[in-house]
Every structure is written in structure tokens, then in C-alpha cells.
């Protein structure tokens, strides 16, 4: 089975510009999750859904970042205009709902450099 | 200017030896407890969950322990493998939230062969 998907994989832009990344969860599950890891603040939650709704966004950083899921199959995290501090690995992650048990798989991250 | 990170807690074992990995959660009022792993260049990757109307759970070499009384969890790795070399995340959830998570800091485990 394929396992979440995200793309891509690396990117590389220059402050200011628009940066898209790119999610999707596994078949059938129900909870999609995205998250920043640096190593000044460890692994945050930015924005979770539940059927394709945004349930908590309160980790979102400033209005720079936008969060979407238009359908149960794909979600995308924007951010514009990109700055140097937000250079990060961003993870998605999907569960397959809000009941016990709540594992979450993660996708392989997205690696972003923000020059 | 230089920047500050994190500095993880690191446990270095003999290959073979056990493995003992600790985390101290938040929130007393959390309901369950997952631990994963997280190898470089790679995303966190599930290795065991525990309720909270437990105290111990056991899989494949690894054995989680729930001590709710001092709010601590441990994640307990039997004949230590170099593959085992990782960063473990212990989480948690507490008052369901959609399922969200809270995740530890995280602890660096080197294995010696």
C-alpha cells in the first residue's frame, strides 16, 4: 500500500517567493495533519483537518502560511512570501480519524530552503 | 549570527544491550501515548501506543511503560540493534482534539556496534 505522499521533496527558493507544497494521505483515512521540524523548536503542528475541514489551526505561524484540502485525496500548505526562517522539513501526516486509535502516518517531509 | 537548537537528550548503548528511553508528558489529563522513531532524512514512523487504563504494553522487543502518578512514559528496547540507531518521540493526546498529537522533544538513541 502506498503510504502518504508528499511532494516535493526538496525545494530551494528565494525569500519572497510563493512556495506550494504538496500532500496526499493515505486511501481512506479520515485526518490530515501538517507539521514543521526544525532544530530550534523540535516538531510542531501547524493545521489539522478532519473531512477535508480545518479543525485547529492555531499552530500556523502568520497569515504567510494558508492551508488547504479541497478533497479527501490531496492538501496543500502555501506560504507567501517565503522568508529564510521558515527553511524547515514540513511533514503531512494522515490517520484514519478522530476514535482511538489515534496513530498518525507520516510522509516522507519536504525538505525547504528559503535563501 | 549563530543559532541555538536543540539539544536533544542523547543515550548511547552497546549493540545487544537493552535500551531504556524516557519522556515526561504534559498534560495529566492524557488519554494515550504513542512512541516513534524517527531515522535521518526520514518521517516519524509508529512503533507501539499505550492507553491510559494501562500500564504496560508490550510488542515485537520493545515494551512501553505508563506511570500516570508522575506523568511518565518509557519506551523499553530489548537486545539493541544498530538499525535501532534514532531519534524516539514519545506523544500524546489528551480530550480526543481530532486526534492531534502532542510530541516530546525527542531523544537521540546511538547504537555501538
Known amino acids: 500500500d502506498a503510504g502518504v505522499i508528499q511532494s516535493p521533496r526538496h525545494e530551494v527558493t528565494e525569500m519572497g517567493q510563493e512556495v506550494t507544497l504538496r500532500c496526499k494521505p493515505i486511501s481512506g483515512h479520515n485526518s490530515l495533519f501538517w507539521y514543521r521540524q526544525t532544530m530550534m523548536r523540535g516538531l510542531e503542528l501547524l493545521i489539522y483537518f478532519n473531512n477535508n475541514v480545518p479543525i485547529d489551526d492555531s499552530g500556523m505561524p502568520e497569515d504567510r502560511f494558508s492551508a488547504k484540502m479541497p478533497n479527501a485525496s490531496f492538501s496543500t500548505l502555501k506560504i507567501q512570501p517565503s522568508e529564510p526562517r521558515d527553511s524547515a522539513v514540513y511533514f503531512c501526516a494522515s490517520s484514519k480519524g478522530v476514535n482511538l486509535p489515534y496513530e498518525q502516518y507520516f510522509g516522507p517531509g519536504t525538505r525547504l530552503t528559503v535563501t | 549570527g549563530e543559532s541555538v537548537g536543540l539539544h536533544l537528550p542523547t543515550l548511547s548503548v552497546q549493540e545487544g544491550d537493552n535500551s531504556i528511553i524516557n519522556c515526561a508528558y504534559s498534560?495529566?489529563?492524557?488519554?494515550?501515548f504513542i512512541w516513534y522513531k524517527q531515522e535521518s532524512g526520514k518521517g516519524p514512523q509508529f512503533i507501539i501506543d499505550i492507553r491510559s487504563n494501562m500500564d504496560k504494553r508490550q510488542g515485537q522487543r520493545v515494551t512501553v511503560l505508563l506511570n500516570k502518578t508522575v506523568k511518565h512514559l518509557s519506551l523499553q528496547i530489548a537486545a539493541t540493534q544498530p538499525g535501532d540507531s534514532a531519534v524516539y518521540f514519545c506523544?500524546?493526546?489528551?480530550?480526543?482534539?481530532?486526534?492531534?498529537?502532542?510530541f516530546g522533544q525527542g531523544t537521540e538513541l546511538s547504537v555501538k556496534p
Open positions: 498534560n495529566s489529563a492524557s488519554d494515550y
Open positions: 506523544a500524546e493526546n489528551f480530550n480526543n482534539q481530532g486526534g492531534k498529537l502532542i
